[in-house]
Structures are given as structure tokens and as C-alpha cells.
């Protein structure tokens, strides 16, 4: 009999338990206010999109002519360097050497030209013209003839050489400041590397580069206005002013980290610029959420008045 009891209690016990985990189970956990808000819409049609804050005229990836060592790194990020302006220098021991052997070959050929110069001199000038054979003033023409020109190769050899050198002393290709410095002083620097020597931009105008979804290319006209929104920062907006429209659809690479993300998408790029907000700082690379003005409805907002028209009369 007491078996029988402690079976019965075991059983409800056990169905309590199950409808009390079933219960938990069930149940949600209150939905948490996002620790920001979104970035609110500043126009009643607008085309969203995500946005990169560039350098104007976009950022400059500095690359190295090619493979060597690096001797010395002549500036730092956050210098403002005009175009022209030394960057940073390779390791320039060999043609330096190769100069040297050129610059002999030079000396050693014009010594030749200036000997052979003498010797069809000295024949030229015998008054007797019996004295002298024509194929011997034809064979010291020819001689000098070819002298000139193995002094103008030795020449030029030493151009190409001074120029190889000066191409080791990477410079600014334009006026701007230093974003980036991804190579040090000792360094072994690859024509391919992952990233660019130095990034070169203009941190005083910046552009925003937007990946608008193909879908919404159709909505976008040339000088629509544009308000951004840094990561962040939903309460300050950036105007934009319209710069243009790249033609030509390309397949979305500049991520957002958002869980719905599609990475299959392709997107139209637009650029509008702005000034740099003189009451907090913008950064090259940081994040911006953009809208544009827009005058044409989105697609799902023209269809669903059609749906539920067609709803109300049945035919669906």
C-alpha cells in the first residue's frame, strides 16, 4: 500500500514538473529597448542606405614600385603633405652600385670616342692624300661612329639608372593627409601586400560612398538631397551635398555586421560630400545610415494598396 502511495506522489510530482518547465518553456523574455535609437527619417519618401565616409575624391592607397626593403619611413599619420613630398624610401645599396659601374663604363667610353676622334684627326690633316688609303679614313669614321654610340648607350644606362633610384623614394601623388602608415623602417615591403603602404586622403572635405540596393535604383535622379547619420550619433544630422552617380552596379562588399544582412546583393554606389562637423569628430571609415529624398514610393508601398483593394473584392 505505502508502495503504491509514493508511486502516485512520484507521478504527480512529475507531471508538475514537466507542465512547470512546458510553462517556462512557453514563455518569452520581454523584449529589451535598443541601447540606441534608429536613425530617424528626415524626409516622408526617402531611399535608406548604409553609407563609408571617404576622402574627398576618394582615399588614395599608396603602393611601393616595387619589392625592397624599407630604409626610412619620412612621415606619420595625421601629416599633411603636399604633392611631391618624399613618403618613404627603399633600399637602394644595388643600383647605387649599378650607377657607380655605369658611370665607369661612361668615362671608359668617351676616353675610346675621344682617342678614335684624335686618330681620324691625324689622318684627316696628312697633305699627301697618297699617304693615306680612303678605306683607312672610311674604317676611322666608322670606328668613331661606333664609339658615339656605345657612349650614348653608357649614357643612357646611367639615365635609367638614376631613374630606377629615384623611383625608390616613394612620393605624395597629391596634396593631403596621412590616414594609414601599414609599413615601418626594416620592413620588407611586396608590390601585392594585404594592405597599402600608406593611405593618402583629405580629412578636411569628406564624401560619403552609399551602397543603394538595386532595387531602389530606380528611385535615385542626379542632385536628389541626402541626410546622414554617423553610427552612433542619431540626434546631429550631416547634410549632403550631391556629387554623383556611379553607372554601374557592383556586387555589395561593404558590410554592416547586421544579423538580416544579405551579402548576395548587388547595390548602386552614390557620393555626396560635406564638410567636416566642427562639433565632433568625423572619421575616414566610420559608418554612416543615409536617406535620400525621394519622390517615388518604395515598391512594396504601391503594391499594398492594390493588395488590399483586391482583398475587399474577393479575388483573393
Known sequence: MLLKKT??????AGIAGTAIMAARLRGQSPIMAPPI???PKPYELSVAASGIVEALSENVAV??????LVTKVHVKVWDFVKEGQPLFTLDDRELNAQLNVNLA??????????RLQDQL????????????????????QNDVAVAQAQLEAARAQVAQNRVCLARLTVLAP??????????????YASTAP???????????HLQVRADIDEQNAARLQKGQKATAYVKGDTTRPIELSFVRIEPYV??????????????????????YSFERPKDRPVYVGQQVDMFVKSDIPAVAARVKPVLQLAQAKGKI
Do not use: C, W
Open 7 to 12: 508511486t502516485f506522489y512520484l507521478a504527480v
Open 37 to 39: 535609437d534608429p536613425s
Open 63 to 68: 603602393g611601393v614600385p616595387e619589392a625592397g
Open 105 to 114: 663604363n661612361a668615362h671608359v667610353a668617351e676616353a675610346t670616342l675621344r
Open 121 to 140: 684627326a691625324r689622318l684627316e690633316n696628312v697633305n699627301d692624300r697618297r699617304a693615306v688609303s680612303e678605306e683607312e679614313v672610311r674604317t676611322r
Open 174 to 187: 597629391r596634396d593631403g593627409a596621412i590616414l594609414q602608415v601599414n609599413i615601418r623602417t626594416g620592413e
Open 194 to 204: 594585404k594592405n597599402p603602404a600608406m593611405v593618402l586622403g583629405d580629412v578636411d
Open 250 to 271: 557592383v556586387p555589395k562588399v561593404s558590410l554592416t555586421g547586421s544579423g538580416n544582412e544579405r551579402v548576395d546583393t548587388r547595390v548602386l554606389q552614390v557620393i
